[in-house]
């Protein structure tokens, strides 16, 4: 059973500071996605990585993707309060998403 | 259309009552999947389409759970006999056959049983 964990669940950074979010997942997947979700909103598509190594940068954010290492990474730099909300990374399991219980990121001045 | 689009956006429903919950995908998606999400946590799979057969409903939790998708496009969820366990927001996802496969989420169904 393909079971995802994220690290941290919770984080609160100050404005302009870098750090790095963990997805660890426990069986094989060749794909994987990471969403945003802001409280009591859907789901919003933010990377997609389809292959080893692969990576995506868009703004603030970068997302890694090790298949090897079964780790995917997503790294933001010089965070700004609008990245406050809650990450999800998730691995495909024949054509499910699998979902681990998020990051809740919080930024503050 | 422009997204996925859900209905209700809020149900609440007594406890025994039977709720539906519909959801239209983005025109021209094959496959159609179903999440639940519980306060607090992250949306756990219940079902998936392809067109009009439903491919996987390993994780439908009861059989109080029944989905269908009759023409391969506008989806509905039943819950029948409604409990407090299923008080959650019901996520509908549509996708496409491209190399990247994304799911394009729905504002989601919030179910509060009473």
């Known amino acids: 059973e393909l079971k995802v964990e994220q690290n941290p669940l919770f984080l609160s950074m100050q404005e302009g500071k870098n750090y790095t979010i963990y997805c660890n997942y426990s069986t094989t997947s060749d794909r994987l996605y990471w969403y945003r979700q802001d409280p009591g909103k859907s789901l919003e598509s933010l990377f997609v990585l389809l292959s080893n190594g692969a990576v995506k940068q868009e703004g603030r954010l970068m997302a890694s993707l090790d298949t090897k290492a079964r780790l995917s990474t997503l790294h933001i730099t010089a965070a700004v309060h609008d990245l406050s909300a809650t990450y999800f990374c998730?691995?495909?399991?024949?054509?499910?998403?699998?979902f681990g219980t998020g990051t809740r990121l919080q930024v503050f001045p | 259309g422009a997204g996925v689009s859900q209905s209700p956006r809020y149900k609440v429903a007594k406890r025994g009552q039977d709720v539906a919950l519909r959801c239209d995908p983005i025109s021209g998606h094959v496959s159609l999947f179903w999440y639940q999400q519980a306060l607090g946590q992250g949306p756990e799979f219940l079902t998936y389409f392809q067109n009009e057969a439903q491919l996987d409903k390993s994780g439908l939790p009861s059989d109080r759970f029944f989905a269908e998708r009759p023409e391969g496009s506008v989806s509905t969820l039943k819950i029948q006999r409604t409990q407090q366990e299923d008080s959650a927001v019901y996520l509908c996802a549509s996708s496409s056959w491209t190399d990247t496969y994304e799911q394009y989420f729905g504002p989601g169904t919030r179910l509060t049983v009473t």
């Open positions: 998730s691995p495909i399991n024949t054509d499910k998403l699998i």
